[in-house]
């Protein structure tokens, strides 16, 4: 019996977590063995949003068999890599999305997901579901604040003009160096 979680059984809660369990009635290794080859496991996603977007990225090599289906207010999305498949079936998202303007691809390094916005809302988290918490992160690479130019499409040209770099100028000599002949 699971003490953290009565009424339900441990492969159910997660099975990183099974494995640590030793009232699961399985040794570990078999635990992990039963999930890599019969389950599926949730992905860890990462993600961002701008004023009309929101991005979501599935990081994982030679990612294999991908599918995505996006819905007004859910995410699933299946994907197969290094014989293991990761399953994430209908994920509550925090606001309404646009699923026809909304857009996916995946390489061999990567699943990314492009959500649009229905409304241009600043989202507090991807997902209402507080049960996906622990396997949704931050992507600090894309992330912006509501302050941020970039938030609302903006890029910042400050010393740039049209054609090149022109206006940043070069780094020049090193005046005030004296006694350093040269």
Not at 20 to 35: D, N, R
Not at 123 to 141: C, E, G, P, Q, V
Not at 143 to 168: I, L
Request: hydrophobic residues 35%; negative net charge; contains cysteine.
């Amino acid at each position: 019996e699971n003490p953290y979680f009565p009424d339900t059984p441990c492969c159910a809660v997660a099975s990183d977590i099974c494995a640590l369990w030793p009232w699961a009635g399985q040794p570990a290794g078999q635990v992990h063995a039963k999930m890599a080859t019969g389950g599926s496991l949730t992905p860890t996603l990462i993600w961002a949003q701008r004023y009309e977007k929101v991005f979501v990225t599935f990081e994982m090599l030679s990612t294999q068999s991908v599918s995505v289906d996006m819905t007004e207010g859910c995410l699933t999305m299946q994907a197969s890599a290094g014989g293991k498949t990761y399953k994430l079936e209908n994920l509550a998202l925090s606001n309404e999305i646009v699923p026809e303007e909304s857009k996916w691809f995946s390489n061999d390094r990567a699943l990314v997901i492009l959500l649009k916005k229905r409304e241009p809302l600043w989202w507090n988290t991807l997902s209402s579901d507080k049960a996906y918490k622990r396997f949704i992160k931050t992507d600090f690479n894309k992330w912006c604040d509501e302050e941020d130019k970039e938030y609302m499409g903006e890029v910042s040209m400050d010393g740039m003009q049209e054609g090149g770099f022109d206006g940043m100028g070069g780094m020049g000599g090193m005046g005030g160096m004296g006694g350093m002949g040269g």
